[in-house]
């Protein structure tokens, strides 16, 4: 497995300097968030086509690449004619003279480095042994299921709800919205810990659990809740929201 998570690595640094210039060159770096879900279906393109495949790795590459390009064509979607994204530009803005540098290390090499680790259950599974299918994996296939419709249906509602907005500052709180203030994060992690889910059963398949770790560290923690939330920080209506609603588990509004 080392050579292959090698060889991967070295794919996703080329892919990340593409990605760059292509951002530089539209002067936004928020093209990265339509490059995270395109890069690992080309870490399974990559995988099917200079590994030897199998039903478990055919598996894990339909449903990884399902996911990658709806979330990539749902992000090219929703932002077009949109200027730069405000975390973007708020590090555009206070990276100053530092910034192309930055960006590259930050941005591009830094999320290349988060699709090689979030990508073990892929690698996990191009190398498995056996490579069939264990019954035990029905279970991480369902939970990836319900992971892909919550974070499916929950970037659809809001799409619907920002194309109908009452004012600039309402707030959606209404189909999955109303349970958790984040479906699509929620729906994110959990599709990650059931493809974590399908590879377990094989040999060395608990290493894959850095994965759905990872994600869920990143986006509870780091660059999804606090950072999207810190935006509405002085929103009233978004604050009264955040105080009924459950962040990330749906639950009954408080």
């Given at each position: 497995m080392?050579?292959?998570?090698?060889?991967?690595?070295?794919?996703?640094?080329?892919?990340?300097?593409?990605?760059?210039?292509?951002?530089?060159?539209r002067k936004r770096n928020d093209v990265a968030d339509i490059a995270w879900g395109l890069g690992f279906i080309l870490i399974c393109g990559y995988c099917w086509v200079n590994k030897p495949y199998s039903p478990l790795s055919t598996l894990v590459y339909v449903l990884v690449t399902l996911w990658g390009l709806r979330l990539s064509g749902h992000i090219a979607w929703r932002s077009r004619h949109k200027p730069e994204d405000f975390r973007y530009r708020q590090w555009r803005e206070t990276w100053g003279k530092w910034f192309v540098l930055r960006s590259f290390l930050q941005v591009y090499v830094l999320q290349g480095f988060f699709m090689l680790v979030i990508s073990a259950p892929i690698l996990v599974a191009t190398t498995a042994a056996p490579p069939t299918v264990s019954i035990y994996s029905v279970p991480g296939v369902l939970l990836w299921i319900v992971g892909f419709l919550f974070e499916t249906i929950g970037d659809y509602q809001l799409l619907v709800f920002s194309q109908n907005k009452p004012h600039r500052d309402a707030i959606m709180e209404t189909g999955l919205w109303r349970y958790t203030r984040h479906p699509n994060y929620f729906g994110e992690v959990v599709l990650w810990w059931g493809l974590f889910g399908v590879v377990l059963p094989v040999s060395g398949g608990i290493w894959a659990i850095i994965s759905p770790l990872t994600i869920t560290f990143l986006l509870l923690y780091v660059s999804g809740i606090p950072m999207l939330e810190a935006k509405y920080a002085d929103n009233a209506a978004f604050q009264a929201y955040k105080k009924r609603t459950s962040a990330f588990f749906p639950w009954w509004k408080r």
């Amino acid at each position: 497995m080392l050579h292959t998570i090698t060889q991967v690595a070295g794919l996703l640094l080329v892919y990340a300097s593409v990605w760059f210039v292509i951002g530089l060159i539209r002067k936004r770096n928020d093209v990265a968030d339509i490059a995270w879900g395109l890069g690992f279906i080309l870490i399974c393109g990559y995988c099917w086509v200079n590994k030897p495949y199998s039903p478990l790795s055919t598996l894990v590459y339909v449903l990884v690449t399902l996911w990658g390009l709806r979330l990539s064509g749902h992000i090219a979607w929703r932002s077009r004619h949109k200027p730069e994204d405000f975390r973007y530009r708020q590090w555009r803005e206070t990276w100053g003279k530092w910034f192309v540098l930055r960006s590259f290390l930050q941005v591009y090499v830094l999320q290349g480095f988060f699709m090689l680790v979030i990508s073990a259950p892929i690698l996990v599974a191009t190398t498995a042994a056996p490579p069939t299918v264990s019954i035990y994996s029905v279970p991480g296939v369902l939970l990836w299921i319900v992971g892909f419709l919550f974070e499916t249906i929950g970037d659809y509602q809001l799409l619907v709800f920002s194309q109908n907005k009452p004012h600039r500052d309402a707030i959606m709180e209404t189909g999955l919205w109303r349970y958790t203030r984040h479906p699509n994060y929620f729906g994110e992690v959990v599709l990650w810990w059931g493809l974590f889910g399908v590879v377990l059963p094989v040999s060395g398949g608990i290493w894959a659990i850095i994965s759905p770790l990872t994600i869920t560290f990143l986006l509870l923690y780091v660059s999804g809740i606090p950072m999207l939330e810190a935006k509405y920080a002085d929103n009233a209506a978004f604050q009264a929201y955040k105080k009924r609603t459950s962040a990330f588990f749906p639950w009954w509004k408080r």
